[in-house]
Structures are given as C-alpha cells and as structure tokens.
C-alpha cells in the first residue's frame, strides 16, 4: 500500500518561491516513480512533473520548464518540487502520485494513487 502526503503549500506573490515536500510511504517499487501534478478549480489535472528511481525527470508541461525543479531524497522517502518565479496561473492544488511504472511515463501519465494535495495560491 502506498500513502502520499503533501505539503508546503501556501500563499505567495507572483515572482516568490514555494517549496513542496512528498511524503511517501510503501515498497521502493510502489515509490519507485513520482509526479507532481496540480489541479485548477473546475479544471482537468495539469501533470507538471516526474522523477523516477534513476533520477531521471520529465516535465510534462511547459509553462513551469525554467521554473519548477522536482528532486528526491531517497533517504528521506520524500520528493520535492521546487517552485520559483510563480505565477498566478500556477494557483491550484498540488499533489504528488505514483503510477505503475518503473520510469517516468512519456505521455500523460497513469496515476494509482495520489495525496491529499496541498494548496497553492499565487496572487497579487
């Protein structure tokens, strides 16, 4: 069984920075890969961004290329997405997820399961 907790979000300005942390707990293979993905009100999943047990990672969307930087401490069993330069259209609830893979998926991602999200608010 795999459990997912996000956290670290929050309430910034266009141009801050916001550092997200992806608890994860279950087997080295369960956890093997890990997205990030976010999800606007009323809108359909944005996936942003994966890192597998390789530490290869993929972005998935090209607004946050430049921007967003996802790295992992093994150790720690947690996954970090690194936010810089935010912007309002980054606003939205974020969640970490796990497929059934073994490498980050090429295109559109097939998440098993996923946190609770942790809210991000970027506004003026």
């Known amino acids: 069984q795999v459990q997912l907790v996000e956290s670290g979000g929050g309430s910034v300005h266009p141009g801050q920075s916001l550092t997200l942390s992806c608890l994860t707990s279950?087997?080295?293979?369960?956890?093997?890969?890990i997205y990030w993905f976010r999800q606007h009100p009323g809108e359909p999943r944005e996936d942003v961004l994966c890192?597998?047990?390789?530490?290869?990672?993929?972005y998935y969307t090209e607004s946050v290329k430049g921007r967003f930087t996802i790295s992992r401490d093994k150790s720690k069993n947690t996954v970090y997405l690194q936010m810089n330069s935010l912007k309002p259209e980054d606003t939205g609830v974020y969640y970490c997820?796990?497929?059934?893979?073994?490498?980050?998926?090429?295109?559109?991602?097939?998440?098993?399961?996923w946190g609770q999200g942790t809210q991000v608010t970027v506004s003026s």
């Open positions: 997820a796990t497929d059934l893979l073994t490498y980050c998926a090429l295109y559109y991602p097939k998440y098993t399961n």
């Open positions: 279950g087997s080295a293979l369960d956890t093997s890969v």
């Open positions: 890192v597998d047990d390789e530490d290869h990672k993929r």
